[in-house]
């Protein structure tokens, strides 16, 4: 454990400098080095003679290698801390970056980009739960919401930066460089954040503590009106709506890259909005979970329209998907406020790993649905096809909307008492 009693109770400029920009210099280069390869995609088939199968396989390396450590990193969490876990995992995170840098083989670079996705799989989680320690439960939504903008960040840096960067080294040097930012971020958090302290015999067997979150209703009806909405928010934004611009709405390459752009934008300032919408409705006896359903209510209204073929602005239709949809985020800041202290690593995690899978089976499944059609000379597919899918998707998400609405809008999820005293004062 790190340290045996509580520290003395930080300030919010220290919070700030000392647990929210080191771990978000962390989420910062997870972001950017899990979409890196759309980038380098060009380089890496030129280098290595990669197929379009083998570049694919190549690079989900790192999202089933960072779904796979989700459970253990939450259990790592709880019991040893975010700092002692964080510098762990960049370490090894820097490692593969290294691996992949040097990488002379198709293997060796899967191998690479798997250590790389179990280095970088605790970023976001032990983001949340730092700041779940050391920031009061009505200001979680907020922070969390600077945090995934934070992110978004990220994701916006793996693009024209990176190209940028290529024009002055080659993908191999960029990933010497990336391993060493990562490595100085683990470093910096070690010597930046504060120790946190457990309780003692807060050690609770890892079944039965992951039957818990499970069990605890407030976390059931939190996934139950946000998960499948947050699972298509990241499997349709990371791939199809890029595709829905290039076969329905027939843009041309270069209006597809600079409208996808403007999405990256869309999540750094939807991600901020969010926060700061929730803080200020909870000032006025709005609960988050309430500010959650009325924003997935817009987001599956955005989806109908993909589905009515809604064509005055198919550009501000793929922007308003991301914007709108950046209002699932919040689904972890209400799992951080309504779990014991001692859980919410694992819950935490227990989440990401949902989410994960999730967006997953949307992505692929999406694609299958598509499959369905068959594409014309060009290789696009029917808008048909597209509007049957997002229509899939659109029903797969009333189930949760219905029982929000079942529960009562005015309804919030239950907060445990005890993660409210405990998050009011440091660990």
Known sequence: MEGTQNPPRLSGVAVFFTVFLPFALGHYLSSMLRNVNAVL???????????PGQLGLLTSAFFFAFALVQLPVGI?????GPRKVQLALMLFAAVGALLFAYGQSFAQLVLARAILGCGLGGCFMSAVKALSTWIAPNKLPSVHGYLIAVGGLGAASSTMPVRLALEYTDWRGLFVALAALVAISG?????LAPGSSKPAGARVPVLASLRQVYRTPSFRSTISLILIPHAVFFGIQGLWIGRWLSDVAHFPDDAVAYLLYMSMAAVIFGAIAVGMITEWAGKRGVTPIQVAGIGIVLFVLVQAAFVIGYAPSFQLLSVLFTLVGTVTGIEYAIVAQSMPRELTGRAATCLNLLIFVGAFLVQAGFGLVVGLWTPDAGGHYP??????????????????LIGWL??????????????????????
């Open 41 to 51: 995609a060009p380089d890496l088939l030129k280098a290595l003679a990669l197929t």
């Open 76 to 80: 790592a969490l709880d019991r040893y």
């Open 187 to 191: 470093a910096a958090i070690w010597l």
């Open 383 to 400: 808008a048909q096809a597209y509007r049957v899918a997002f229509g899939v998707l659109v029903l797969l998400q009333l189930p949760g």
């Open 406 to 427: 079942r529960r009562g809008r005015l309804v919030s999820a239950p907060v445990a008492a005890p993660a409210v005293e405990e998050a009011h004062r440091p660990a």
